[in-house]
Nanobody
Framework: QVQLVESGGGLVQAGGSLRLSCAAS????????MGWFRQAPGKEREFVSA????????YYVDSVEGRFTISRDNAKNTVYLQMNSLKPEDTAVYYC????????????????????WGQGTQVTVSS
């Protein structure tokens, strides 16, 4: 079992940056692909980004491509989401998630593909 704890959220002005962290428990972190999702008020949870177990493959939703960067440090059991050029529409609760599945295009953006979830961290971008 994997427990995930997100941190790094907060209030930032449009154009600013934040780095989210997701710390994982357990000794098998490096065997999991990791994803970031977000949920804005009144909206469904949506895929943001994912990274393979080795860090060699990364994926992004079009709306954050070029602004957000996902990375991981398997020695620290941590995955990161660097968010630059933030926009008010990025305001949401951000969740990290873990899956043992490979990140196929047909499944990596689906909530049900992920086995473990963190509690979320709030990101608010003011205009």
């Amino acid at each position: 079992q994997v427990q995930l704890v997100e941190s790094g959220g907060g209030l930032v002005q449009a154009g600013g940056s934040l780095r989210l962290s997701c710390a994982a428990s357990g000794r098998t972190f490096s065997s999991y692909s990791m994803g970031w999702f977000r949920q804005a008020p009144g909206k469904e949870r949506e895929f943001v980004s994912a990274i393979s177990w080795s860090g060699g493959n990364t994926y992004y939703v079009d709306s954050v491509e070029g602004r957000f960067t996902i990375s991981r440090d398997n020695a620290k059991n941590t995955v990161y989401l660097q968010m630059n050029s933030l926009k008010p529409e990025d305001t949401a609760v951000y969740y990290c998630a873990a899956t043992r599945q490979s990140l196929y295009s047909s499944s990596r953006s689906r909530i049900r593909s992920y086995d473990y979830w963190g509690q979320g961290t709030q990101v608010t971008v003011s205009s």
